[in-house]
C-alpha cells in the first residue's frame, strides 16, 4: 500500500532534517515523499538535496503559503493513503506500518488517526498530550480532538483534489498569502485547513481511530 506524504515548508532549516528522518527511518518501503518549499532563503533547500536521492518530488520557489504548497504537493500525490506533515513536525517509529494495518483491516474507513504530543524544540521534551478519542462529529465540532499529523486519508475515498479545493476556497477568503503576512495569519490559515479538510471528509463515513 503506497503512502504518499506532503511536507510544505518555508525557512524551517531548523527543523526540516528531523521531519525528513523521522519520515525515512520509518523504512515503509513504499512511502512517496514530497517536499514542496517555498524558495527558503536558510540551509533548507541543502538539507533537502542531501535526502533528494530518497524523495519522490520536491521544488524550492516562492510560493502563496502553506495552502498553496499543499496544493503543488497533492498534484503529485499517487499512493492508495495520503496525508501532510508540516516541516517541524515529526512521526513516532512504525506508525507508517501501523496506519496501513488499518486501512487493510478496516476497508471502508477513510481515515485513520490517532495520538498526538506536543513537543518542545528538542523534539522530546513533551509539553501536552493530544490523545484521540473515538469520533463522534458532534464532539469534534465542540472540541478538536484530532491532530493533523496523526490523520491519514485513504485517497479512493477522500481525494486529495478535496483538500486542494478546500485551499483554494480558504486562500480567497484569506487572501493570498505572501511572505508579507504575519505568522499569526499563516498559522490560522493552517490550522483553518485542517480542520475545514476534515469536517469535508466525514460526511458520509465513520473513521478509524
Request: aromatic share 10%; net charge negative; hydrophobic share 35%.
Amino acid at each position: 500500500m503506497k503512502i504518499s506524504i506532503v511536507t510544505p515548508s518555508f525557512n524551517q532549516g531548523a527543523y526540516l532534517e528531523a521531519t525528513l528522518r523521522s519520515l525515512l527511518a520509518q523504512n515503509y518501503p513504499d512511502l512517496e515523499l514530497i517536499v514542496i518549499d517555498g524558495g527558503s532563503s536558510d540551509q533548507s533547500v541543502e538539507i533537502i538535496r542531501r535526502y533528494a536521492s530518497s524523495i519522490s518530488y520536491w521544488e524550492s520557489e516562492k510560493d502563496r503559503g502553506q495552502s498553496h504548497a499543499l496544493n503543488k504537493g497533492f498534484a503529485h500525490l499517487h499512493g492508495e493513503v495520503w496525508s501532510w506533515l508540516n516541516s517541524d513536525d515529526l512521526l513516532e517509529p512504525g506508525v507508517l506500518r501501523r496506519v496501513a494495518d488499518e486501512f487493510r483491516q478496516h476497508p471502508k474507513a477513510g481515515v485513520v488517526y490517532g495520538d498526538c504530543l506536543y513537543v518542545d524544540e528538542d523534539g522530546e521534551t513533551v509539553i501536552e498530550k493530544f490523545p484521540g478519542e473515538p469520533y463522534s462529529r458532534l464532539r469534534h465540532l465542540a472540541h478538536r480532538f484530532i491532530a493533523q499529523p496523526s490523520c491519514f486519508f485513504r485517497t479512493s475515498t477522500v481525494s486529495p483534489s478535496c483538500a486542494c479545493a478546500i485551499a483554494r476556497e480558504i486562500e480567497s477568503v484569506t487572501g493570498t498569502v505572501t511572505a508579507r503576512v504575519d505568522e499569526a495569519r499563516q498559522a490560522n490559515q493552517s490550522v483553518c485547513a485542517s480542520f475545514t479538510v476534515w469536517q469535508n471528509s466525514v460526511r458520509d463515513f465513520h473513521p478509524t481511530r
